[in-house]
């Protein structure tokens, strides 16, 4: 029977610049061997990102597979970012600086192992790997902040989120990819020549998309905002995930096409 890994990185409340936490779970069938989640990166700093949390647990995830002295069995490696998940079976280019030493660290060891799989699976399934980074966010949130901080934390985070990624593609090139209800999935409210985008969704959030343009290429910018009234921090943090993800996912097209 193999050895399954589940694991999860995240970067809130903001991304990149925020807390960079992950957390994996090893399992042999049902029964439990190890579960593991701490800091990914130095807090507030540019190192912290979700890309380098998701990479950071893979690492750690493979580095105590090794210690075990599993390399000899088949191991499953599972996780929701659909990014990563490609990246390591070679089906995307890694380009980011900030992920690539990481990339060749956990390449290195998978070749240690006789048989190993990486596989993407929908966050629902995930959720032992994510309740331990989001415990690792809490406990950090703990530690530095105290009890009343972390509510002032809880609420910003409630509000909304921004992400920025940039790309080599152009500004109307990449304001077309953001165009497109296959990636937004809702209604256009509003739409400014090649610039700004505001989608509204179907839950009653809204995501603003702003195209930059830079010396060579351009800047997405996602502000997301939580519909009225909705006050559950998951609720929040899901989509930011979500976007996250999905930003990922585009910015990796387009170098692909530039």
Request: with cysteine.
């Amino acid at each position: 029977m193999p050895i399954t890994i589940h694991f999860d990185g995240l970067c809130l409340p903001r991304n990149p610049g925020g807390v960079a936490t992950y957390g994996f779970v090893a399992k042999r069938g049902a029964k439990k061997l190890h579960e593991e989640g701490g800091l990914a990166a130095p807090p507030y700093t540019h190192e912290a990102t979700n890309n380098v949390a998701e990479y950071t647990v893979v690492l750690k995830a493979l580095e105590w597979a090794v210690a075990q002295g599993f390399t000899n069995e088949p191991l499953l490696v599972r996780g929701d970012s659909e990014l990563v998940i490609r990246q390591l079976k070679g089906e995307y280019k890694v380009k980011s600086p900030s992920i690539v030493s990481l990339y060749n660290q956990v390449h290195a060891l998978a070749e240690k192992f006789a048989a190993i799989e990486f596989e993407w699976i929908p966050r629902e399934k995930n959720k032992d790997a994510d309740a331990l980074t989001n415990r690792a966010y809490a406990e950090f949130g703990a530690r530095a902040s105290g009890a009343k901080r972390r509510e002032d934390a809880s609420a910003q985070i409630r509000r909304g989120f921004t992400i920025e990624i940039e790309t080599p593609a152009s500004g109307p090139v990449t304001f077309q990819a953001l165009n497109s209800p296959s990636f937004h999935g809702g209604k256009v409210e509003s739409a400014v020549s090649t610039q700004t985008l505001k989608v509204k969704h179907d839950d009653g959030s809204t995501t603003t998309f702003s195209v930059i343009k830079l010396a060579v290429g351009s800047r997405i910018r996602c502000e997301h905002a939580r519909p009225a009234g909705e006050d559950r921090l998951e609720t929040l943090a899901d989509a930011e995930r979500k976007w996250h993800a999905a930003l990922l996912a585009l910015q990796s097209r387009l170098e692909e096409k530039s």
